[in-house]
């Protein structure tokens, strides 16, 4: 079965670089992503990285893919109080051909001014 | 409008009444979504739509019955539901291709449901 795990819960001070980390379980996974949740909105796609790839970067958001043992992580330069939200990771299963993504349990970002 | 609509924002229903969800897409995407999020738990994938035709039911409890009338209408009929059904429910769509493909979703804000 198909698993993904993050930690509950990080808190920063405002200007530090933030560090979220996933786990993974399904090998064949060809996308995974990272999603922002802003209290009382849906889901934000922030970025993905194709998993031939190990490493993406888009302004002030790292991702870090590390195949062997599963795990993908976020680094958030500069961290910002607007970037205090739910971050969850997903992995695409790929034994299913519905496109189903996959989500973690979402890591609480909280920034401190 | 662009991205994803959803309505209502906000629902309450006594677990008598029979009460419709309804997202609308505007991004010619083929497949939809519902996930039901939940306090302190992963979401949760409830059914999934492609090219109109339900293609995943992840043993949802008949008391959800969801409607496709067509690629930019996805529908959720809720009936006789419990307290425990209070969620955050979402919608989301993605397009569905051939070989790599990127296959991110675009979500909406959700219904925010409560059940009395």
């Known amino acids: 079965g198909e698993d993904v795990e993050q930690s509950l819960f990080l808190s920063v001070r405002e200007g530090d670089s933030s560090v979220i980390n996933c786990t993974y379980t399904?090998?064949?996974?060809?996308?995974l992503y990272w999603y922002k949740q802003e209290p009382g909105a849906g889901l934000q796609l922030l970025t993905y990285?194709?998993?031939?790839?190990d490493m993406k970067q888009d302004q002030r958001l790292t991702v870090l893919l590390n195949k062997k043992d599963k795990h993908l992580s976020l680094r958030i330069a500069d961290t910002q109080t607007g970037d205090s939200a739910i971050y969850f990771c997903?992995?695409?299963?790929?034994?299913?051909?519905?496109?189903?993504?996959?989500f973690g349990q979402g890591t609480t970002l909280q920034v401190k001014p | 409008e662009t991205g994803v609509t959803q309505t209502p924002r906000h629902l309450v229903m006594g677990m008598t009444n029979k009460k419709s969800l309804k997202c609308e897409q505007h991004?010619?995407?083929?497949?939809m979504y519902w996930y039901k999020q939940s306090a302190k738990k992963p979401l949760e994938l409830m059914f999934v739509?492609?090219?109109?035709?339900?293609?995943e039911n992840n043993s949802v409890p008949s008391r959800f019955s969801p409607e496709c009338p067509n690629s930019s209408h996805l529908f959720l009929h809720l009936h006789t539901l419990q307290p425990e059904d209070s969620a955050l429910y979402l919608c989301a769509s993605s397009q569905q291709g051939r070989g790599l493909t990127n296959y991110g979703y675009t979500f909406g804000s959700g219904t925010r449901l409560t059940v009395v």
């Open positions: 991004l010619g995407h083929n497949a």
């Open positions: 997903a992995e695409k299963w790929d034994s299913s051909n519905t496109g189903k993504l996959i």
């Open positions: 739509y492609n090219f109109k035709e339900q293609t």
């Open positions: 399904d090998s064949s996974s060809t996308y």
């Open positions: 990285i194709f998993s031939n790839m």
